[in-house]
Structure formats: C-alpha cells, structure tokens
C-alpha cells in the first residue's frame, strides 16, 4: 500500500502499519547523517548521470552541486540518485536502442522513490528525450536541465566542433585530401572539453526543444557545460525546484499540445536534428498526444530557418548563447508561437519572452525576413516507397538533388554496405540513388544513424560530395546531405523498401513531397511474394523486449506498452 504524502512520507509501503514503515525509514535515512529539520522540507530528487563513459556530461559532479546549492537555498532537501546514462559513441549497437531503457529507469525510480520534485540533468542526444518520457509517465513535477554543449577548438586556425567537422574531415581524409597525420591532430580538437556536440545536432535541438516545451528555466538551452552561465543556470532550476515542489504543478499541464507545436515550431526553425522529430513524437505519445506529419510539413512550409548553426549554417552553440540563445530566437518567432503555453517557472511562454527584454544586433539568429532557408529544416516525404511517410532535412539537402530521378544501387543491409560500398568494382555513378535497407526500428535493430550512407570511395575520390540516399534509418544531425530518412514502414517489417532491387528507377521531389519507386504495385507484389519478409527476432533479454514492442518511426520508437492509452490531443494543431 502507498499513501501520497508529502516529501519522504510519499511513497510509503506498509502493511498495515504506516508509523512502523516511516519509522524505519527515517532511521535508514538518518544512517546519512540527515537532521529532522532537513527531512521535513520538500524533497527534491536530481538525476545524476554522471559516467565516465559519457563527456557530454563531464560537467555532472559541478552541476549537481550547483543544482543542490539552489535547492537549499530555496528550502529543499537535495537527493540525488543515478539513473543509467547513455552516450552516442559508447553504446553498441546503438544509443537509440538504449533510449527507451533509460526512460523506463527513470520512470520506474521517480515512481518508487519519495520525491516532491525532480531535477532531470540530460545532454547527450539521448538522455534528455530518455528522460523527459519517463518523467511524462511518472507524473512528477519535473525540471529539465541541460549539461550544455562543448567548446569549439581550433586546427591550424581553422575553427571545429563536433561533429559536422568531424564528417567534413574524415570524408576529405576518404577523398585522400589530407593525410594521416592531420587527420590525427584534428582528432585532439574537435572535442575541445567535456559538454555536448557544439553545432545543432540532436543534443542541441533536444536543448532548445526542451525550453521550447516549457521544461527548463528560461535560457536553459544555451551556456556551454564549462561556464558560469551553465552553472547560474543549475542553481536556478534547483531553486525552481523547489517552487514546483511546493506549487505541485505538474509535467502534463506544461507536456501540452500548444507546448509540443511550439517546439515543433522550435525545431524547424533551428534546421534542428531529424531525430528530434522522432524524440518530440515519443515524448508526446507518452501523454496521449499525437504528432501530426502532414501538419508538421504545412507548419515547415510557414516556418522559415532562422538559426545560423552548422550543419545548417556557419556557428557553433557558444555563438548562439553569445547572441541571446533561445530568447533572441523565441522572440523573432513570437507571432508564431502558442504564447500562453505555461512553463516551469509557473509563467507563460510569452511572458518569458517578454521578461527577457529586447534583442540587439547579433547575427546568429536571423530575422524572418532573411532566413538561412525559406522553408522549416524538414520535409515530409509521402510516396509508394514510404506509405507511412519519411522525412528529409532540406536545409542540409544539396538543391540540386531535391528534384531527382536516378538508378537505385541497392545495400540489402548494414554488413553488405561495409563489404561493397568502397570496391572499386562497384557499378555506381555519381547520379544513381544508394539505397540502404534493414536499419529502422527493427532491422539493425534500434534504428542507428546510419542513413548517412557514406560516399563510394571512388566517387569521393572523382570529387563527388553528395549523392541522394535513402533508407530507413536515422542520421547524426550533425550530418549533412541529400539524404531521405525513417521511410516507415520499414523494411525489416515488410515495407515495400524491402522489395527495391539495383537497377529500379526512384524520383525524388521534395517540391511535390514525393518519394517515389517507379515499378507497378503487381511487380512489387509478386516480388514480396516471391521473397517474404522475415521480422528479426531474438532469444531474451531486453533486445527481446525491444524487437516484440518497439514502434515504427512515425510513433517514436517507443515501446508500444509505454505509450499512454488514450489520445488527448494533437500537434501541431491540437
Ligand atoms: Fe553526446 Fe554528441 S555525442 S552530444
């Protein structure tokens, strides 16, 4: 039995005898040297996800004592505790195959331990989605904040960051432009310190996603992991804290439909990452409320791109917070936002925007009368290819290529990619279409970034630097590239991606939204008839639950018990 107490008496199994259970609670508690003072404030729990493994949030321990030093401040009790942490280079085969894991351990421990409030710490490309999902279903009062991005460095007094630049030179190293040893030394620079990839990638656009949504402190999405600002801006949330404690305003009331179209809304208008779209779509799906693809592509359309970050355009984050961060950017897109949408601070969108005060000249954010792109960073692809939709990010796209029509060359999976894509026997030309199948939900499985299918190494060489790619995968948002992604449904489920063969005609035009394999349905049919799709399974563990429950792309990849139950709105246009 549990009763809903305040601060440690929340939560309380008991048998029968609720005194004897807080009786013993306390005294395990107080084993930490805790006064009875300290233990009657309101509890606010931090998520530590501090690992060595993961340098995007290197700056974990300074945090947390920012975060604990606002918390008493404020009058709150500080409990921090760890949850799994999950960083993009070091969680084989995929960091998206542990996403869901880490919001199931953040659900399951906000749910079971006493807390009035809860402080999620969230910065590489899949904490911050991870926790923000657990926290939808747990229902606490929740605060996000941000580790912040890293510093850029410097090579032979170029400026770089990761990870546009990491691409940019690994694929002049491929092409033979540089040698060995400055690839070596570029390496030392592209991660200047600890703190998240510096250009808007998926961890940035998680950030500005994050405060778009109502759920960090105003200007939480910008100060770099090494600053001051980072730090003000965690004892600011731990303060905050301690307010959503008291006030009980919970996550569903600012998690609201207005709130995920602004930050849809957010999203286009940074050339955000790809892969916020599916992380926005999970999070919502865990509070009933749908993500429309077809509203999402009309609001691109009304939608310029406004930031002037790479891959996109030319800075790196440490530039955008120099300009004003997400309160410069809100306020040029004020007369497109929901303003009333409420935030954690227990004001509203629009009053944010105004207690930020004006702008001044700066030249990251653009005003919408001079975009970067004149249309939102994604398009919606529709087409026999992708039934169930699929998406490019066409500010990142080569113009050319937008309006396409080539030969497919197709890679049946990710190991047949590896085996064939650099033989100097293979039959490629500059303007065919590689296709690369079985990397969705299911079929690598967790969906790895690996849509950004490499160039062929002897057309890298001749000097080609884009070709149009297709798969069903995902891809790096700091990537950048002709490159169609999440065609839905997937191969490995039987998706007519499935039945492409080298040699088949595929157009592309991103005008028309189409997505298109010119062969007739009866030949399509009669192929998947003659070679069935086997779904992949496997023998136990989490990868069995993964592969019995995960969703297609168009519903985040959540895990289909993990969504909620009923629809309670949409967006955009809920
Ligand atoms: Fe962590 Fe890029 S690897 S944000």
């Given at each position: 039995m549990s009763n809903d107490r305040?601060?440690?008496?929340?939560?309380l199994t008991h048998y029968g005898d609720a005194g004897f259970s807080l009786f013993l609670r306390k005294a395990f508690i107080k084993g930490?040297?805790?006064?009875d003072d300290a233990l009657d404030r309101p509890v606010v729990a931090i998520t530590?996800?501090?690992?060595?493994?993961n340098p995007c949030h290197g700056n974990m321990p300074q945090l947390l004592e920012a975060v604990e030093r606002g918390v008493m401040l404020a009058g709150g009790l500080p409990m921090r505790f760890p949850t799994i942490s999950v960083h993009e280079s070091f969680s084989?085969?995929?960091s998206m195959l542990m996403r869901n894991l880490m919001s199931m351990d953040t659900e399951e421990m906000l749910r079971a331990q006493p807390m009035d409030a809860v402080v999620l710490i969230g910065g590489c490309d899949k904490t911050v989605p991870a926790q923000l999902m657990g926290a939808a279903s747990a229902g606490v009062p929740a605060i996000q904040l941000i580790t912040g991005s890293m510093l850029t460095g410097s090579h032979r007094g170029e400026r770089v960051g990761a990870c546009t630049d990491c691409r940019r030179y690994w694929g002049r190293f491929r092409a033979e432009e540089i040698d060995a040893e400055e690839i070596a030394a570029v390496n030392h620079q592209?991660?200047?310190?600890?703190?998240?990839?510096?250009?808007?990638g998926t961890a940035s656009t998680m950030a500005c996603a994050a405060e778009a949504l109502g759920?960090?402190?105003?200007?939480?999405?910008?100060?770099?992991?090494?600053?001051a600002d980072r730090m003000r801006i965690a004892e600011q949330t731990g303060a905050q804290a301690v307010a959503l404690a008291r006030s009980g305003l919970t996550i569903d009331r600012i998690l609201t439909p207005a709130a995920f179209e602004n930050a849809l809304r957010v999203l286009l208008a940074i050339g955000g990452s790809t892969n916020g779209l599916i992380h926005l779509t999970a999070i919502a799906g865990r509070l009933g409320i749908d993500i429309d693809l077809d509203a999402l592509d009309r609001l691109g359309r009304e939608t310029p791109v406004l930031l002037d970050l790479?891959?996109?355009?030319?800075?790196?984050m440490e530039d955008f917070h120099a300009a004003g961060g997400m309160a410069t950017l809100l306020r040029e897109l004020r007369p497109l936002l929901h303003l009333d949408a409420l935030t954690v601070s227990g004001r509203t969108l629009g009053e944010e925007i105004d207690r930020a005060g004006p702008g001044f000249a700066q030249d990251v954010v653009r005003p919408r009368t001079d975009p970067?792109?004149?249309?939102?960073g994604l398009a919606v692809l529709r087409g026999n290819l992708a039934p169930g939709g699929a998406i490019i990010k066409q500010s990142a796209a080569d113009t050319a290529l937008m309006e396409h029509e080539g030969r497919a060359v197709v890679f049946e999976d990710a190991e047949d990619l590896a085996a064939r894509i650099?033989?100097?026997?293979?039959?490629?030309?500059?303007?065919d279409v590689l296709v690369l199948k079985r990397i969705g939900p299911k079929g690598?499985?967790?969906?790895?970034?690996?849509?950004?299918?490499?160039?062929p190494k002897k057309l890298a060489r001749a000097g080609v630097k884009d070709m149009l790619r297709i798969s069903d995968g995902r891809m790096s948002g700091t990537a950048f590239g002709t490159i169609v992604l999440?065609?839905?449904?997937e191969a490995a489920v039987g998706?007519?991606?499935?039945?492409v063969r080298t040699g088949d005609r595929i157009r592309l035009s991103v005008r028309e939204r189409c997505l298109s394999l010119l062969v007739t349905d009866e030949e399509l049919a009669r192929r998947a008839q003659e070679h069935p799709v086997v779904a992949p399974v496997a023998e136990r563990g989490y990868r069995k639950l993964f592969l019995q429950s995960v969703t297609q792309a168009d519903q985040g990849l959540d895990f289909d018990f993990l969504r909620?139950?009923?629809?309670?709105g949409k967006a955009p246009g809920g």
């Amino acid at each position: 039995m549990s009763n809903d107490r305040k601060g440690l008496k929340k939560g309380l199994t008991h048998y029968g005898d609720a005194g004897f259970s807080l009786f013993l609670r306390k005294a395990f508690i107080k084993g930490a040297g805790y006064t009875d003072d300290a233990l009657d404030r309101p509890v606010v729990a931090i998520t530590d996800t501090g690992s060595a493994y993961n340098p995007c949030h290197g700056n974990m321990p300074q945090l947390l004592e920012a975060v604990e030093r606002g918390v008493m401040l404020a009058g709150g009790l500080p409990m921090r505790f760890p949850t799994i942490s999950v960083h993009e280079s070091f969680s084989a085969p995929t960091s998206m195959l542990m996403r869901n894991l880490m919001s199931m351990d953040t659900e399951e421990m906000l749910r079971a331990q006493p807390m009035d409030a809860v402080v999620l710490i969230g910065g590489c490309d899949k904490t911050v989605p991870a926790q923000l999902m657990g926290a939808a279903s747990a229902g606490v009062p929740a605060i996000q904040l941000i580790t912040g991005s890293m510093l850029t460095g410097s090579h032979r007094g170029e400026r770089v960051g990761a990870c546009t630049d990491c691409r940019r030179y690994w694929g002049r190293f491929r092409a033979e432009e540089i040698d060995a040893e400055e690839i070596a030394a570029v390496n030392h620079q592209l991660v200047a310190s600890v703190g998240t990839c510096s250009v808007m990638g998926t961890a940035s656009t998680m950030a500005c996603a994050a405060e778009a949504l109502g759920m960090t402190v105003p200007g939480g999405a910008s100060p770099p992991a090494v600053t001051a600002d980072r730090m003000r801006i965690a004892e600011q949330t731990g303060a905050q804290a301690v307010a959503l404690a008291r006030s009980g305003l919970t996550i569903d009331r600012i998690l609201t439909p207005a709130a995920f179209e602004n930050a849809l809304r957010v999203l286009l208008a940074i050339g955000g990452s790809t892969n916020g779209l599916i992380h926005l779509t999970a999070i919502a799906g865990r509070l009933g409320i749908d993500i429309d693809l077809d509203a999402l592509d009309r609001l691109g359309r009304e939608t310029p791109v406004l930031l002037d970050l790479k891959p996109s355009g030319q800075h790196y984050m440490e530039d955008f917070h120099a300009a004003g961060g997400m309160a410069t950017l809100l306020r040029e897109l004020r007369p497109l936002l929901h303003l009333d949408a409420l935030t954690v601070s227990g004001r509203t969108l629009g009053e944010e925007i105004d207690r930020a005060g004006p702008g001044f000249a700066q030249d990251v954010v653009r005003p919408r009368t001079d975009p970067i792109y004149p249309q939102g960073g994604l398009a919606v692809l529709r087409g026999n290819l992708a039934p169930g939709g699929a998406i490019i990010k066409q500010s990142a796209a080569d113009t050319a290529l937008m309006e396409h029509e080539g030969r497919a060359v197709v890679f049946e999976d990710a190991e047949d990619l590896a085996a064939r894509i650099d033989r100097d026997d293979l039959d490629v030309r500059a303007d065919d279409v590689l296709v690369l199948k079985r990397i969705g939900p299911k079929g690598a499985p967790g969906m790895p970034e690996a849509g950004y299918i490499p160039i062929p190494k002897k057309l890298a060489r001749a000097g080609v630097k884009d070709m149009l790619r297709i798969s069903d995968g995902r891809m790096s948002g700091t990537a950048f590239g002709t490159i169609v992604l999440h065609v839905t449904p997937e191969a490995a489920v039987g998706g007519p991606l499935a039945q492409v063969r080298t040699g088949d005609r595929i157009r592309l035009s991103v005008r028309e939204r189409c997505l298109s394999l010119l062969v007739t349905d009866e030949e399509l049919a009669r192929r998947a008839q003659e070679h069935p799709v086997v779904a992949p399974v496997a023998e136990r563990g989490y990868r069995k639950l993964f592969l019995q429950s995960v969703t297609q792309a168009d519903q985040g990849l959540d895990f289909d018990f993990l969504r909620a139950t009923t629809t309670v709105g949409k967006a955009p246009g809920g």
